[in-house]
């Protein structure tokens, strides 16, 4: 069991839903990535999302492709997010997913990949652009490696495949609730229900729903209808605003504490964290072959 999974068994034994925050990795650079990470795990974050920077992130809208350019801008290439990982898991055990695009881990070889961000204390990958169809030893060396690999499924998707899609992932499954690419909503999409009740009848998987929540108020909504509320564009246009300041690390950290309070009520104090920190992994997020 890797911190992603025992992340959502905590959750599930208390009754409460998990908050996943994304941000682009070097936006506006890796120290101060590092820095937020330790901060998110202090305001209750449960898992966060790593973007790692690539020049072509089709999935993505105008606020996280212009992280991404800022990241790229700042060096962020996929070894030094891994060291910025590493750094990380010397003071926090916050279970952390890889947000990334399939060329960015075959151009390293993709066994070699995940043996780098395994070692380095990555808990999970989420990679937009890689059907199951071309997956090949994705998955195995996944598993091998003691990573989650999570799955997207969209509100287009046909209930035939969403079985196929379930059937190879770990940690949760990322329920997409619109149509289009991430960025910011006035509303959640009105089948959200139908959407994540169509994806459980096919895994007993935790659901986490994203793509569009933009206030406390939407991350509770979807939260009620699934296991957890996942927000990027929200916290990551904030960031952008708030540049170079030198307090933008506080700042960012009471957005999201705000976020969180919204997702699990009454049940966590603003500013506290949502679990007691976990125990350390040994060995760390990896099982033997």
């Given at each position: ?28 650079d890796l ?134 899609i379930v ?123």
């Amino acid at each position: 069991m890797n911190r992603i999974e025992r992340r959502f068994e905590q959750l599930r034994a208390r009754g409460q839903k998990g908050m996943i925050i994304y941000i682009g990795a070097g936006d506006p650079d890796l120290e101060t990535t590092r820095r937020l990470a330790l901060a998110f795990d202090q305001a209750g974050v449960d898992v966060l999302e790593l973007g790692v920077p690539f020049s072509d992130p089709l999935a993505d809208g105008v606020v996280n492709q212009l992280a991404a350019q800022r990241g790229l801008s700042a060096g962020a290439t996929p070894r030094k997010v891994l060291e910025a990982v590493q750094s990380i898991r010397a003071r926090s055990e916050i279970p952390i997913v890889l947000y990334l695009y399939s060329n960015l881990i075959f151009r390293r070889g993709l066994h070699e990949f995940i043996q780098d961000a395994a070692a380095a204390g990555v808990d999970g990958f989420l990679v937009l652009d890689l059907p199951p169809e071309e997956a090949g030893d994705y998955g195995p060396w996944m598993r091998q490696a003691g990573l989650c690999p999570i799955s997207l499924v969209a509100p287009t998707t046909p209930e035939t495949r969403v079985a196929r899609i379930v059937q190879d992932a770990g940690g949760f499954i990322y329920c997409v609730s619109r149509e289009g690419v991430t960025g910011m909503q006035d509303r959640l999409a009105a089948n959200l229900a139908d959407q994540v009740a169509r994806i459980r009848r096919h895994t007993a998987l935790p659901i986490a729903v994203g793509f569009g929540i933009s206030n406390p108020d939407q991350a509770r909504a979807a939260a009620a209808e699934a296991d957890a509320a996942v927000v990027g564009s929200a916290i990551v246009s904030h960031i952008a605003r708030l540049g170079g300041r030198p307090d933008l690390v506080d700042q960012v950290a009471g957005q999201v504490r705000a976020f969180v309070h919204g997702v699990k009520g009454s049940t966590l104090e603003a500013g506290s964290p949502s679990l007691p920190p976990p125990h350390p992994l040994a060995p760390q997020n990896r099982a033997e072959p």
